[in-house]
């Protein structure tokens, strides 16, 4: 079978996870939320922007009832660092009373945004608050510590791109996740 081509890859330094790699994952994590939600009443919560390709696949991944909403933070702008700032740009508006609710990140980094979110979700009342990120940043300090329950797949810190995850608003679209070729940046 010749090699999927698309021309966003040429502007990665390596591809770390292709679709097949991310999809496989997905269906664990759907499977493991399925046995540990059967008798609860779930709600996803995902984080614009860079959560809602990651959200999508795995709400079909799990075998249950449930809702699904999400809320807004930005904290990047257009840079590859974090400002340290983390800003609420929407609200939930499904109504969290009592539910058990899986916030959902693309990515685990400094913590401040799953902080700044689980903060949020918390005055909605809900029964109870895990949190599930595709991606989990290894670094020596995080700003925020949280408990990620559940976890795609750990990587180096570097920034990487594609399946949701932009640089500048760009590639989210990429079906892999790969690192961003630093002379687009530098
Ligand atoms: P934190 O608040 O530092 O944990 O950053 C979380 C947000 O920054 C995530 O929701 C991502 O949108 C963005 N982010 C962090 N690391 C990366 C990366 O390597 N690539 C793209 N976006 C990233
Ligand atoms: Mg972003």
Redesign the pocket.
Known sequence: MPPQHNPLDEHLTRVLFAKEDIRQRIDELGKEITRDYQDKNLVLVG?LR?ALVFLSDLSRAIDLPHSWDMCGAS??GSSTT?RGH?QITKDVEVDLRDRDVIVV??????????RAICDLVRVHQPATIEVAALLF?EKAQRASDVFVKYRGFTIAD????GYG???NEYYRNLECIGILDPKIYS
């Open positions: 984080i860079g904290s990047y974090s983390v990140e693309d990515i685990y980094d400094s913590g401040r945004t799953l940043k570097e920034f990487v791109v995850l932009d640089y």
